[in-house]
């Protein structure tokens, strides 16, 4: 595994300072919006990436094994006044500088996958490419939060290469089963619905189903564990491998045009 090293951010213009603002014209107003959402792109390209490789991955396992362990990917993007709000709620300085260095979950990637072995694999292949570089992980799954809720959460920091330059982006990656992320889906659905003030009696609900998700990995697991996924072993080496016959089949088969 790489070394984890920290982040360090890119120098940019600091927006305008508070004690400036009574002079700010609609020019300036204009100006600080396309610099933020310039800066957002930058998030979005990050996603791009990190979902690219994701998917190459498990397309390379749909070519080369018997079994994927990537189920789904999702992403997220937040939004310039969701993280405006944490800016203020955090009470960092108010400037691009100090989100890029602060705010590490504006771009958000989750890989949903069928079993608890599968979360360290893919874990390992993520953090082991080399462009990636890990900066902070947190195991919410052998720490589980006293809620119930599972994950796996990975910040890594990824090149994205512009026009003009080339940056290189945090990205909020979340790895985590089928069942913790149906569980998760549902205590943000009633967390939300209840704008946090979720009655004693439904999050005594949601701790006992998080057991029973739990339970429920740990016995897919087991049978999982029964099953052999194998690699399927090449016949030959690929650099010597001789194509004369597929060759053959190729320029001889039946209605195919001569020239």
Known sequence: MKHVRAWQPIPHADDVSPADMGRVTIDDVRAL????????????????????????????????HEYNPIEHVGSRLKSPESV?????????????????????????????????????????????????TLLEERDYITHRKPNGYQSLHLIV?????????????????????????????????IYYKYRGEVPPNLRTDLTQAAEVAAQLDEKMEALHRQVDHTTRPPTTSLDTLDLSTLYNSLTTSPGRPTT
């Open 33 to 64: 919006r396309e610099q933020f959402l310039d800066f957002m792109l930058g998030y979005k390209f990050a996603i791009d990436e990190i979902t690219t490789k994701i998917n190459i991955l498990r397309e390379d396992f749909n070519s080369t």
């Open 84 to 132: 405006l709000e944490k800016v203020q709620r955090k009470n960092y300085a108010m400037n691009l500088a100090s989100i890029r260095e602060n705010v590490l979950d504006i771009a958000g990637v989750r890989v949903v996958c069928s079993f608890i072995s599968d979360i360290a694999q893919i874990r390992d292949m993520l953090v082991g490419q080399e462009d990636i």
């Open 157 to 189: 920091s990824i090149p994205v290469f512009r026009s003009n330059r080339t940056e290189r982006m945090p990205v909020e990656i979340q790895i985590r089963t089928i069942a913790m992320d149906f569980w998760a889906s549902l205590e943000h659905k």
